[in-house]
């Protein structure tokens, strides 16, 4: 069963706009969230994190939002730029578990 | 090295055969966590070890499947008996603890013929 989700397996966005990755997830427990941007042949790669205790964390051009309600959290890069263009996956785990849940990943291209 | 170091980066091996795969954690980082990734699919848990308490095994997919880490060092990854549906590539993590972001290697991508 799919705890995470990412319904959109891919999104095109052009070079200086907005791009948004969303994620959904059904586990309540759920109370830390991430985000990893992966390139081929490389393993992923750390970009941002947000807690439950929060609806918003930003790093640069990146922003986490997370809305605990519709238990729904997205990634939006402003701008976009070409070397943004990966697959990007988003995660969560509960404080009483061990592992990171992943979703299926969704793969941003950003057009020049 | 900075990072998570994983060896052999590729792998080709007769069904059938063991395989052993190895990861080299970011010194210092207590957790360290075992995923693989098969062909158009999401990233799946295998197994988490955290210092010296038991590892979280609940991941493993059969009993071909084990790992070890001894101390906060090296862990291996053994999978007996190989089959077609372990090709996949295998990724190793690790994190200063277990409440922070875990550090992925490159992965080793394991073909079974």
């Known amino acids: 069963d799919q705890q995470v989700k990412q319904n959109s397996p891919s999104l095109s966005v052009q070079e200086g706009r907005i791009s948004i990755l969303n994620c959904d997830y059904t586990?309540?427990?759920?109370?830390?969230f991430l985000w990893y941007k992966k390139y081929p042949a490389e393993g992923p790669t750390f970009l941002i994190s947000i807690s439950s205790i929060k609806d918003k964390n930003e790093d640069g051009r990146f922003t986490v939002f997370l809305n605990k309600s519709a238990k729904h959290l997205s990634l939006h890069i402003v701008p976009s730029q070409p070397g943004d263009s990966a697959v990007y996956f988003c995660?969560?785990?509960?404080?009483?578990?061990?592992?990171?849940?992943f979703g299926t990943g969704t793969s941003l291209t950003v057009i020049p | 090295g900075a990072g998570v170091s994983q060896s052999p980066s590729n792998k080709v091996t007769e069904k059938g055969k063991d395989v052993e795969l190895r990861c080299d954690p970011i010194?210092?980082?207590?957790?360290l966590y075992w995923y693989r990734q098969r062909l158009g699919q999401g990233l799946e848990f295998l197994i988490y070890?955290?210092?010296?308490?038991?590892?979280?095994k609940s991941g493993l997919p059969s009993d071909r499947f084990s790992a070890e880490r001894t101390g906060e060092s090296v862990s291996t990854l053994t999978i007996q008996r190989t089959q077609q549906e372990d090709s996949a590539v295998y990724l190793c993590?690790?994190?200063?603890?277990?409440?922070?972001?875990?550090?992925f290697g490159q992965g080793t991508r394991l073909t079974v013929v």
């Open positions: 586990n309540s427990m759920f109370d830390y």
């Open positions: 010194s210092g980082h207590t957790a």
């Open positions: 070890f955290q210092g010296n308490s038991a590892p979280d």
């Open positions: 993590a690790s994190s200063p603890h277990r409440g922070t972001e875990a550090f």
């Open positions: 995660a969560a785990r509960a404080d009483t578990g061990n592992q990171f849940y």
